[in-house]
């Protein structure tokens, strides 16, 4: 069976409304199967964007997508660093919503979560988010306006967590990789970028001081 160059448009606008269905389920549901259920959502749309979009299929990793990534992961990780004093300072619940959001760490081992994020979570974000959605607005509004169009939708798919702090990051960050999108970026780079960026400011360098929880004890 050939698979398809590019999404109809009835699928692109159906599998939002699926994904937004998705992110409530995984920040709603039960918390103690988070990573769990964001696997498993991860795994539906990035696989979505792998089945309908054909330049997706056929991008390959460079060395040079490596570097690139990495350098926009650390850029992005200095702005987080400075939203995170600003959210503290300006908003009452700024360092609550960001603890509420480290407290996932204690869910799960770390090497489990990290082993999540760069091998799904991650890259299914990119994959589906800016290779599939942005590229369909794109051929329908152009390269500004679907970026910028893209990087709402993908802050509104936060908003069901009822976290504005997370809300804000998720819409920053996601402009600023629509934007790297929309500039030409490689779909692997930003892949990298992504990965490197969760592991990076999740797992290894918080911004802001984090107290792990044991973990939940196994069902009898």
Avoid: C
Avoid at 15 to 37: I, L
Avoid at 105 to 114: D, F, H, V
Avoid at 148 to 172: D, E, F
């Amino acid at each position: 069976m050939r698979l398809p160059e590019r999404p109809h448009p009835a699928v692109t606008a159906a599998s939002v409304a699926v994904a937004y269905g998705a992110f409530a389920a995984v920040f709603r549901g039960p918390r103690p199967h988070f990573w769990q259920r964001m696997t498993r959502t991860g795994l539906g749309l990035g696989g979505l964007a792998l089945v309908t979009e054909g330049e997706l299929r056929r991008s390959r990793l460079r060395p040079m997508d490596v570097a690139t990534g990495a350098g926009i992961a650390a850029a992005l990780y200095g702005v987080f660093q400075v939203g995170d004093r600003a959210a503290r300072r300006i908003m009452p619940s700024g360092a609550e919503d960001i603890g509420d959001v480290y407290e996932l760490r204690s869910l799960r081992p770390t090497k489990e979560i990290a082993i999540r994020l760069a091998s799904v979570i991650g890259p299914a974000e990119e994959l589906y988010w800016r290779g599939l959605l942005q590229a369909e607005l794109t051929r329908r509004l152009g390269p500004v306006r679907g970026a910028a169009a893209a990087a709402a939708v993908y802050g509104g798919a936060h908003v069901v967590t009822g976290n504005p702090t997370l809300v804000g990051a998720a819409t920053v960050a996601g402009a600023g990789w629509s934007a790297l999108a929309a500039l030409g970026v490689p779909m692997p780079a930003l892949v990298v970028s992504h990965v490197v960026w969760d592991i990076w400011i999740f797992l290894v360098q918080p911004t802001q001081p984090v107290q792990d929880l044991p973990l939940p004890a196994a069902p009898s």
